[in-house]
């Protein structure tokens, strides 16, 4: 019978005897000495060494997305509106969305209105005296809401004080 072990050794090579752990650790030993004089040689600089690519993270700052938003708003060939002092934008849940001195542009013709500026989500109490004349009927609900809870605010204010 012939024993054929490709690349394994002979079939007793799995026993290991007393003699071979001893001499086991000498050669891992060794071997270590061998890699850590490698590494030691291994240039990272100097003349003739190879040099090192850097790799470029292109990341897009604020005025080249600016710079994209301009290009783009000239392509839809919107006009600016000047002379805007405040955009109130009413959203479904009640709040508002506030940008005072915003840039507006516009293009009636594709209904397009673009408002660029910082915007800030509101309560209709925080804007209460100067918003009045910008609501409308969806808006009369919730007004009634606000009166009702400032009533509601008085008069726990006035029994409150009064024992």
Known sequence: RVFRHYGRGTPNDDKTTMADAAVAPKKTNAKLEELRALAASVRTGGEGSMRRKKKVVHRSSAAEI???LQSTLEKLNVQPIPDIEEVNMFVNSGDILHFENPRVSHNVGAGIFVVQGNGEQKQLQDLMPGIL???????????????AQLAAGAQAGASGSGS
């Open 66 to 68: 600016d710079k994209k």
């Open 133 to 147: 004349p910008q609501l409308g009927r969806e808006n009369v609900t919730r007004l009634q809401q606000i009166a």
